[in-house]
């Protein structure tokens, strides 16, 4: 249950810090904008939702916990009995949080500003949580393998660019080649998108439920790729 | 509590440690002195588990380093100021010591422990508005929040201004009376003088003597001198010509090396006998001494070897 403890406080961390929680509040404000001004509507709600979310987890998360691994916060915890899984589902459910936060300030502001009328179910709720975990996965197998936060954030960015591409969030995949249609298959992005999109826009709980079913089985994925590749002993 | 045979750690082309061996008692402050690069952190990593050893044997209260179960055992049972310690800025001395302390199944209050290092006034202060002695402190806090057997403290005063550092040695001091065992690494003559029942002095990856500060300096430190002061040419020649170890300086002062207790009582009659009282001085030798002798070199402030 020391995850809990690593939660907690990792939280705590991120609630006062305040350009940090300004510039991760700011980004999908951004968005909402941007997107508000050209679509209007619901429609665009649930790719920038999973578009945010990946980039907080393969860039925000991966960044956060390279810097950490710099100062030697994680070397400190390291010497206890801590264990690296504790600590990745700490993190992970920490920037979960932060993310599911984001998303309903985003959607608040789509209500006030850009008449988004989307109310999150449950199941809606549930296919962020899920996404959030498996993208915030991710960052923390990719921060766990990597020693240098340049690197660490170049990386995320080499991964989540062609990924926002790929999987329709920003052009949908009726338009492009059929190469690059079965490309988006192997994206996690594209499930993460799709069952978003079934949850709260076209409501068909089925399309959900099989979306959700991958990107659980991912989360879980990329968690054990997490403990696998991190190295805590040092060379 | 601790045990290490021929230890060696070897990097693609340098050897950081070059086949040591000591042991730790229990209840007892041990350091490990000598400049940056003599492979003090690299030992105490390899004995915090952080790092995997080359060669040789190391048992850490009874513990192989070397099995991954045992480790476990290891890591319940010491505590550690690691090098250049950092916590959560933006969390209180409290909160970061409280984390520390939630990784173990049992831990002091950490109520107590804030006590004990006298950063009750800090309790409540984020970490990044510390300085940088009372950041060492939380670290020697979350070191103890555990209750550990052993304590490792990894250069536990480098880089503080003198004031920060002497209330380290405070604290530490403390420690000692609580019967804590502590395994210290240094660069600092005098921490280790100051803390240590025993100091290894390292160099180059080997421990080149070890003993208490009393012993090395009997062994190593060589003769204790007396400083007879401004005495004019007639009377240094005088005292050169008695004396046999008898040299002048470029002050003016006349040292006589001192091989017997009588000596000092034989010069200070002489000088009386010939009506030239002067001001008097004995010089003991220090580690500095010790260290200059074994190593031929001594160690900057900043810790390297010149």
């Known amino acids: 249950m020391r995850f809990i403890a690593i939660f907690k406080a990792v939280t705590k961390n991120w609630l006062r810090s305040r350009t940090g929680l300004f510039f991760s509040i700011m980004f999908p404000i951004m968005m909402i904008f941007i997107f508000g001004s050209i679509f209007g509507g619901n429609n665009y709600v649930p790719t920038m939702t999973a578009a945010f979310i990946m980039t907080n987890g393969i860039i925000g998360l991966t960044s956060t916990n390279t810097e950490f691994k710099r100062r030697g916060i994680i070397r400190r915890l390291s010497i206890t009995p801590l264990t690296k899984a504790d600590w990745i589902v700490g993190c992970v459910l920490s920037q979960t949080l932060l993310n599911l936060l984001l998303t309903g300030i985003m959607i608040g502001i789509g209500w006030i500003a850009f008449s988004v009328r989307v109310t999150p179910d449950p199941l809606t709720i549930l296919m962020i949580f899920l996404g959030s975990v498996m993208f915030s996965g991710i960052g923390m197998a990719l921060s766990g393998a990597l020693k240098d936060v340049e690197a660490a954030s170049a990386i995320g960015n080499v991964i989540s660019y062609p990924m926002m591409f790929l999987s329709g969030v920003f052009v949908p995949l009726s338009i492009m080649p059929s190469t690059l249609q079965l490309v988006s298959k192997f994206i996690p992005l594209t499930y993460f998108s799709d069952g978003l999109k079934a949850a709260i826009i076209t409501k068909s709980t089925g399309t959900t439920l099989f979306d959700m079913g991958v990107v659980a089985a991912l989360a879980v994925v990329f968690i054990a790729a997490g403990v696998l590749l991190t190295r805590w002993k040092e060379k | ?306």
């Open chain 2, 1 to 306: 509590m601790l045990e290490v045979q021929d230890l060696v750690k070897q990097y693609a082309d340098t050897r950081a440690v070059d086949g040591i061996s000591f042991s730790v008692n229990d209840g007892e402050v041990f350091a490990f002195l000598g400049p940056n690069g003599a492979g003090k952190t690299t030992t105490v990593e390899i004995l915090e588990c952080l790092r995997p050893l080359t060669k040789g044997a190391a048992h850490v209260c009874g513990y192989d380093v070397t099995r991954e179960n045992e480790v476990k055992e290891i890591k319940k049972n010491i505590g550690v100021l690691p090098q250049d310690y950092n916590a959560l800025d933006k969390l209180t001395v409290r909160e970061n010591i409280e984390l520390i302390a939630e990784m173990y199944d049992k831990h002091l209050e950490v109520a107590d422990v804030i006590k004990l290092l006298e950063l009750e006034d800090k309790a409540n202060t984020k970490f990044e508005n510390l300085s940088g002695g009372l950041k060492q402190r939380v670290g020697i806090a979350a070191a103890l929040v555990s209750d550990p057997k052993l304590v490792f403290l990894d250069e536990p005063t480098t880089g503080l201004d003198p004031r920060a550092r002497r209330d380290v040695w405070d604290v530490l001091t403390n420690l000692k009376k609580l019967g804590k065992t502590v395994f210290l690494t240094t660069h600092y003559m005098e921490e280790a003088q100051t803390l240590a029942d025993r100091i290894a002095i390292m160099a180059k990856g080997k421990i080149v003597a070890i003993g208490s500060p009393q012993q090395l300096i009997d062994k190593y430190g060589g003769l204790k001198i007396l400083i007879i002061r401004k005495a004019d040419k007639t009377l240094a020649d005088k005292l050169e010509d008695k004396f046999e170890h008898a040299s002048v300086d470029s002050n003016g002062d006349v040292h006589i090396k001192i091989e017997n207790t009588d000596e000092p009582y034989q010069i200070m009659s002489f000088l009386t006998q010939i009506k030239a009282e002067r001001d008097v001085e004995i010089q003991t030798p220090t580690l500095e001494d010790v260290f200059l002798k074994i190593t031929g070199s001594k160690i900057s402030e900043e810790g390297e070897a010149k």
